[in-house]
């Protein structure tokens, strides 16, 4: 009976240890979205302690494919890919509503998943699993141009990392259409025939740093539209 006290101050000391310092704010577990767009997840939690503390949110399963990107961005300010932790201070009582994991679907339609896990910095024993499941389905393709000689979808996906595909119908043999490419000044990029024994045109960008450009689709060497192309890496 001597040791019960001590016993039992033991126990509360380590409940305490184990109970969470967060919460899990409108958790989402499903989300649906098209190709060529992005989705964004949000992350928000509260501190509910009475002191400031830093949280590591860290991607640690998904079932990706390679034209598919994610990324983890704090309102405008994205990382790179290729890390997948990220590491926030929030104060007491603070609920962070601004941090997002963003993914970019790619081309593909399908159902993919992505685990995370979130926990206070040197307190891996209250960590958090979020696992969300994200359904994928074919965009409709956008009709940018459409005549008695041509029909020119829109390119995707947009943005592009690597390399773009615009997809398009020549119906008369007459028609001779080209796409360039050109940067926010003006200057060419790169210049693609659309034969008219092929159905798409692949645009490589994986040489051109990211930024805003522009491609313009020639008919009969006819200036006929513009539309923006948004390269990022």
Same mark, same amino acid.
């Given at each position: ?8 101050l ?16 409108d958790?989402q ?8 767009q ?11 302690t009475?002191?400031?503390q ?11 494919s ?14 790179d890919?290729e890390?997948?932790?990220? %590491?926030r ?6 609920t962070?509503?601004?941090?997002y994991f963003?993914?970019? %679907? ?29 359904t994928?389905?074919? &965009?409709?393709?956008? &009709?940018?141009?459409? /005549? ?11 943005p ?11 119906? /008369? ?18 210049e693609?025939?659309?034969p ?10 994986e ?10 689709l020639y ?7 513009? &539309? ?6």
């Amino acid at each position: 009976m001597k040791h019960f006290p001590l016993l039992m101050l033991m126990s509360l000391g380590w409940a305490n240890a184990l109970s969470q310092s967060f919460e899990l704010v409108d958790k989402q577990d499903n989300y649906l979205g098209g190709t060529s767009q992005t989705i964004s997840i949000p992350l928000k939690i509260k501190n509910t302690t009475d002191k400031a503390q830093f949280y590591i949110f860290r991607k640690v399963q998904d079932d990706l494919s390679a034209d598919q990107k994610g990324y983890f961005c704090w309102e405008r300010n994205c990382s790179d890919p290729e890390l997948e932790e990220y %590491t926030r201070r929030i104060e007491a009582g603070e609920t962070i509503q601004n941090l997002y994991f963003n993914l970019e %679907t790619g081309i593909s339609s399908g159902q993919h998943f992505i685990k995370f896990e979130i926990f206070p910095r040197g307190l891996p024993n209250q960590t958090v699993e979020h696992t969300v499941a994200i359904t994928i389905e074919e &965009r409709a393709k956008t &009709r940018v141009f459409n /005549s008695r000689e041509i029909t020119v979808h829109d390119v995707y996906p947009n943005p592009v990392t690597d390399q773009g595909v615009i997809e398009y119908s020549i119906h /008369s043999d007459l028609a001779k259409a080209k796409v360039v490419i050109h940067n926010i000044l003006g200057k060419n990029q790169g210049e693609y025939e659309l034969p008219a024994s092929e159905n798409k045109i692949k645009i490589q960008t994986e040489d051109l740093p990211s930024g805003v450009y522009f491609y313009t689709l020639y008919i009969n060497n006819e200036d006929i539209l513009t &539309r923006k192309l948004i390269v990022r890496k």
